[in-house]
């Protein structure tokens, strides 16, 4: 099986970092099945993203011919399915997740040379930006969501960086940061040097107000 | 020592009533009768509001709210020095709101490029139109990077967000972090 080279994104050198696309589906099955895939975040091995250009998993619909490019694996519509037929009604969680584990190992055994090149990386990770304020549909997604667009907003974060600032779960930042690299809203930039640990509990002029205001407590 | 944020926005966007939902003193504000038939209020702000919150040794946060006419553009200038930043309300029940969130970004771009800024759209249940969307891609197109969210400045919370936003930031812009969210 022959894989593109994904070096040219800000993803790539993320070994957990898998794409998928899917064809052939209706625009309200697929709208329902991004979703759906920012959900299964922390659940599954990997991390997948929507990449229409470059994938590793095809998943297809009834309508669907033998679009996606040639390497990547395909997986019918119906396979995320929990009952019969391609009703996306009946899309569930734990069947998608489960699919997507299948899947993932099938990955693994067709580039073995691959996984171990992408474990072994040192490469540094990258930090994103935003470069304008995302899509009111995508900050629906947590209450925290706009916030942590607000931090991006201010400064270059890898998703440690994000994890840290926020306090929110790694799955959680690095499920937003995939929503907004699909929706090309950030930029890689190399990380920010100014500000390196959060102060916590320090006394300066926004915690006093933070303090006085009753801000500063967990919004997840 | 004094610090302040900046509360702009058109007449009846609610600059009065966030500043009442977060200041710890009784609002201060020069509102007079209103004699604009185009404006469906019985008072509106021909000065300036003002509401503070109090701080450690005796440091004070003051809030400022501008007169929304962009007649008094001479007072935007004045408020704007020395500000922390700046939030600006937008009414999507009026007309042209968007044609308002411009004037107030040019009004107040100084004061937005040394700083920071948040956008609250009030109204939107009622007045969906413009979207979100559209406003964070006119600033988009002008270049301004900052949060576009929607507000009711009666509920104490949705002031409380916009602060925090805003705060957020000047927190990483500055590097004065002192705690996470």
């Known amino acids: 099986m022959v894989f593109k080279s994904r070096n040219e994104s800000p993803v790539a050198s993320d070994p957990s970092v898998r794409r998928y696309h899917v064809v052939g589906v209706d625009t309200r099955c697929e709208a329902l099945f991004h979703s759906m895939m920012r959900l299964v975040a922390g659940k599954a091995e990997s991390r997948w993203v929507h990449d229409a250009e470059s994938h590793d998993l095809i998943v297809h619909g009834p309508q669907a011919g033998q679009a996606g490019r040639g390497g990547a694996l395909r997986r019918s519509f119906a396979s995320f399915v929990s009952g019969r037929g391609d009703d996306c009604a009946m899309l569930r969680l734990d069947g998608m997740v489960a699919t997507l584990r299948t899947v993932e190992k099938e990955l693994a055994v067709a580039t073995p040379e691959r996984e171990a090149t992408s474990s072994a990386s040192t490469a540094p990770a990258k930090a994103l930006k935003l470069t304008r304020w995302p899509h009111a549909r995508l900050l629906a997604g947590h209450p925290a969501f706009p916030k942590l667009a607000t931090l991006l907003l201010a400064r270059p974060m890898t998703t440690d960086e994000l994890v840290r600032h926020s306090g929110l779960d790694e799955a959680t930042c690095a499920g937003f940061l995939d929503s907004l690299r699909e929706a090309g809203v950030v930029e890689a930039s190399r990380p920010a040097a100014s500000v390196d640990t959060p102060r916590r509990g320090g006394r300066g002029l926004f915690a006093m107000i933070r303090e006085r205001l009753g801000l500063g407590e967990a919004l997840s | ?181």
């Open chain 2, 1 to 181: 020592m004094e610090h302040k944020i900046v509360l702009t926005g058109v007449t009846g966007a609610g600059k009065t009533t966030a500043i009442g939902a977060v200041s710890e003193i009784d609002p201060v504000n020069t509102d007079v009768r209103n004699t604009d038939a185009a404006v469906a209020k019985p008072f509106t702000t021909v000065g300036l509001d003002y509401g503070e919150i109090r701080l450690d040794g005796g440091q004070r946060l003051r809030l400022y709210g501008t007169p929304g006419q962009a007649r008094f553009e001479f007072m935007w200038r004045i408020v704007s020095q020395g500000a922390l930043g700046l939030i600006i309300l937008v009414d999507n029940s009026q007309d042209a709101p968007m044609e308002a969130l411009e004037t107030y970004l040019d009004g107040f771009s100084d004061l937005i490029e040394r700083t920071a800024c948040v956008v609250g759209i009030g109204r939107q249940a009622t007045h969906p139109e413009p979207g979100l969307d559209d406003y964070a891609n006119r600033l988009a197109e002008r270049g301004v990077l900052c949060p576009v969210v929607p507000v009711d400045v009666r509920e104490r919370a949705d002031v409380l967000m916009l602060l925090d936003l805003l705060l957020t930031q000047l927190e990483m812009k500055t590097g004065n972090i002192d705690e996470s969210f």
